[in-house]
């Protein structure tokens, strides 16, 4: 037996690695400390670490023994936290260089950064910007501390109003109890933006401010390259669709997670569900004028974006409104031009994402032969059996015109040559979002990750835990497939909706507090932390044509199906 016997309390602790590594030090040490003694020469330096599976800050002193994991800025969860300082950085900066000047983070830019904005006054100048990024490399030299402070949410709203962030400390007593509230302080300046940071700003040394219309771009590395600024692009349609939004906005009355929830409890939901869905409604019969009024009469629409998109739906309703300005559009799915899984598995492939699952050839062929006036007999892609069926057919008139959806139809490999002028490009997604405030903007990735959660347990019957298990496969795919041609489209499509972070709350929450897997529930913890900040709503009384719907279900339109015509005649197999 062993020998158990009376000994003092150790005054140290252990940090083990999960190369099997342990370091030692004094109790209370930050894990910051563990972490440089660990990896004394990092090629990606860590923004946290997972103590037994909990994310904690490099500010976190360790009270006892731990597993830990740093979180390197090549991960999402780290990514996260640097761009969240990277902001907090900027605001100091600002503070510092033009008191009470009102900063707004608006959105991401597809190159890596942050499109920010001034209210109040024209924007920083050449000069200006070039004084606040030397302001900020000094801050960054001298690597000065983040303070993290843990205040009563009575003292953490006054000091937040006197900031001058007051839809900030409302916001806060809507969504938190009688608890602290982590305040975080660089010299005199204090803010809160609802995450994790890193303990100095020694480590925030990537980023670059450029001059960009109306704003500025705070850029930054992604993390497949994180020490790297990719270069800076023109991304003027997408700025479009982002000022757009915010004249819908502006005509809404909401501005941030503050005023929606406002809009909650003072009854204004309807009205704001209804007035959202006129302003898609609009945009969507605007699109398909573009199409019929287009000099090259267009006769294959292609339709892409990313998961969960919205991309099905939009397609229905685009149809709809070419009925009505006298076209005979029918929609064509790309996932029924899927190699079968035999077929896949003879290639060797086993990504739906990837663009070689697709019979490019026989889509092409088709195209070209519905395209001549020929009869066509469509596939019609079985999931659960993993093969590829006959469908119906369809021959089309001179007034006919096709709408494809999927997740590739923008990539130039999917055209034979000699159809490129008879085309018109659509990139449809949920490209804005409505932000938590001024200074922090909600992910429209978690957005489209939050309304597949949703749909995938309504109607595919799987948890949660299934969708994150895939998401970042989905994430490879898009970020290789469809990301690098939404310049190619003619029209973007934004089918974000004000509300709906109201309403997938109540759906979402259940889903998300199943998870249990450890890796798994770092995400499903983050997501409901950003869900919390959101009234709940039911949104019984959103319209059965929806976006939205296709996610929660109650839509008619996912049968639906433009009727035969004259000139462009469908016949259904069997």
């Not at 229905?316 to 799915?333: D, E, N």
């Not at 869900?531 to 929806?546: C, D, K, M, Q, V």
């Not at 009727?563 to 469908?570: D, G, I, N, Q, V």
């Amino acid at each position: 037996m062993a020998q158990v016997v009376p000994a003092e309390r150790r005054r140290t602790v252990q940090a083990i690695f999960p190369d099997g590594r342990a370091y030692e030090g004094p109790v209370g040490t930050a894990l910051s400390e563990f972490i440089r003694a660990a990896y004394p020469d990092p090629l990606v330096p860590a923004m946290a670490a997972l103590v037994g599976g909990e994310l904690r800050e490099l500010s976190y002193p360790l009270h006892e023994d731990a597993s830990v994991r740093p979180v390197f800025l090549t991960d999402s969860e780290g990514i996260r936290i640097y761009t969240r300082s990277l902001s907090f950085l900027l605001l100091a900066a600002v503070a510092d260089l033009f008191p009470g000047v009102r900063l707004i983070i608006d959105h991401s830019a597809p190159f890596g950064g942050y499109y920010c904005r001034v209210a109040g006054r024209p924007p920083f100048a050449e000069e200006e910007l070039a004084r606040l990024e030397a302001r900020m490399r000094d801050l960054v030299r001298r690597d000065l501390p983040i303070v993290r402070e843990e205040v009563p949410l009575p003292t953490a709203q006054e000091r937040l109003r006197a900031q001058g962030l007051g839809n900030k400390a409302a916001l806060l007593a809507q969504a938190v109890a009688d608890s602290a509230i982590p305040l975080y302080r660089l010299g005199p300046f204090e803010d809160y933006l609802f995450g994790p940071m890193v303990p100095s700003t020694g480590y925030l040394r990537y980023f670059a401010l450029a001059p960009y219309p109306h704003g500025f771009v705070l850029r930054f590395p992604r993390r497949e390259r994180p020490t790297e600024l990719a270069p800076a692009e023109d991304y003027t349609a997408l700025l479009q669709v982002f000022e757009e939004y915010g004249r819908w906005l502006d005509l809404l009355g909401v501005y941030d997670a503050h005023t929606v929830n406002e809009a909650v409890r003072t009854g204004r939901m309807t009205e704001l569900i209804l007035v959202s869905e006129a302003l898609h409604n609009g945009r969507i019969a605007r699109i398909a004028e573009a199409i019929a009024n287009h000099p090259s009469s267009p006769r294959l629409v292609l339709i892409a974006g990313p998961s969960s998109s919205g991309k099905t739906t939009f397609t229905k309703r685009l149809a709809i409104q070419l009925l009505a300005l006298g076209l005979r559009p029918y929609p064509v799915s790309m996932d029924d031009y899927f190699l079968p899984r035999e077929e896949m598995a003879r290639r060797g492939l086993t990504d739906f994402d990837d663009i070689s699952a697709v019979e490019v050839p026989l889509f092409q062929r088709q195209m070209e032969e519905l395209l001549a006036g020929r009869r066509v007999r469509l596939p019609r892609f079985n999931f659960a059996a993993g093969t590829r069926e006959e469908g119906g057919e369809l021959q089309l008139g001179k007034d006919g015109i096709l709408l494809v959806e999927g997740l590739h139809c923008l990539n130039p490999a999917l055209l034979p040559p000699g159809l490129a002028e008879q085309v018109f490009r659509i990139y449809a997604s949920a490209l804005t979002q409505l932000n938590l405030d001024d200074h922090v903007r909600m992910s429209t990735t978690d957005n489209r990750l939050l309304r597949r959660i949703v749909r995938d347990a309504a109607f595919r019957g799987y948890s949660a835990e299934e969708t994150l298990r895939l998401w970042d496969n989905v994430r490879r795919g898009e970020k290789r497939f469809v990301f690098p041609y939404q310049g190619q489209a003619d029209v973007m499509f934004n089918s974000a909706l004000v509300y709906e972070w109201s309403v997938l709350r109540a759906r979402a929450e259940p889903l998300l507090l199943q998870v249990r897997h450890p890796k798994l529930r770092l995400t499903a913890e983050r997501l409901l932390e950003e869900l919390r900040w959101f009234t709940p709503y039911p949104g019984e009384e959103i319209p059965a044509t929806s976006i939205l719907r296709e996610f929660i279900g109650g839509g008619i339109l996912a049968a639906y199906y433009p009727s035969p015509f004259e000139r462009a005649t469908w016949r259904r197999s069997g």
